[in-house]
């Protein structure tokens, strides 16, 4: 369609004259936005002149004298005056609070959903339901940042959470798999790669997104951006009215987090219980949600029949300062290369595995908190 006419009297079943005068007005839903690009009044007039040859109109402005963009950084959009109807308002202010209404809904349904979370929590899930609730006393925007997604294109995110919670996570499958008692023998004689495949296969999107919905964290996702014309509040039921004046339910599309979604929300708690808690309670946390294994009480690091290096273990302390260890054998073993096939401890592959999600989570903890 090359004109205002044919599109509104195809699409919108409204004559509108090709003469008639066109005005540069702003869509009411774009207001509370802000990154639009400013209008270049050059590029304005531009448009403007080819819309006279496209419409083949007379040799007039098109725009009153002044007229631009009507608020300042957004794009105006050229209507014909057909279309529009000029309703004056006598109360701004009014005006103005219908205006972001939808906004003030959108932000109470987030708020009362992150509280229900809390309250599914605490009532199914009491080790992570008793650290959040004592967490959203002190601040409630913690527990709904780390529920809210990118998609929602709000001012914060889970984004960092989840990378933080990423590196947690990858402590406590190293941990579990360390005391493990099924796998605690096969560490030892694994290559650091392969064991990070074994712990990359634990925390895999597709398990965490069977823990995520297991949990029932699936229903308190925020993923869905304000979009006034689609969004509603969570539970509400819409009615159409037939031609006839009867009301029926509204078909409303039932959108569901993803799978990444579901996966992210569970590292990004994670990553808000090591913050504002400590490691120990991410680990609980984690042990409650079932993505990490039952360690052995039973496990001892120690070497049966173990005989110390002396000179190594000498020539090490001196050069860290003079720590003394509770089981040289480890020690021993962090400085003992693959190629010495005939010492008395395993070479330093597993310890390897071990330093990469240590210093993994301290990198990234120091990160978070230089740069928050």
Known sequence: MKTYSDYFTKRREYKVDKSTKLFAVQRQWYLPRKMQRNVNASIFDAFKNKLKMDLDLPDTDCLQDGERCPCEGLVAALMPLDACLEAPIADASLFLHGLILPQILYHMDQLMTAQLFVEHCLEHLPVLGSHLQ????????????????KSCIMEKNYDRLEWLGDAVLKLIHTDALLNSRDLRKWVSHLHEGDLSVLRSAMGSNNRLMHASKGAGFDRFILFRQLGRSQWVPAGLELHDIKEDGTERLADVEQVEAGK???ADVIESLLGLIYVKVDFQAAYDVATELGITLPRDPDYNVSIPNYKPNLHMLKVANEFLGGITFDHPELLEEALTHPSCIHEDVPCYQRLEWVGDAVLCLFARNWIFEQYP
């Open 134 to 149: 004592s967490i959203s006393q002190k601040s409630f925007n913690d527990v709904l940042e780390s529920l809210t997604a």
């Open 260 to 262: 990444k979604a579901n």
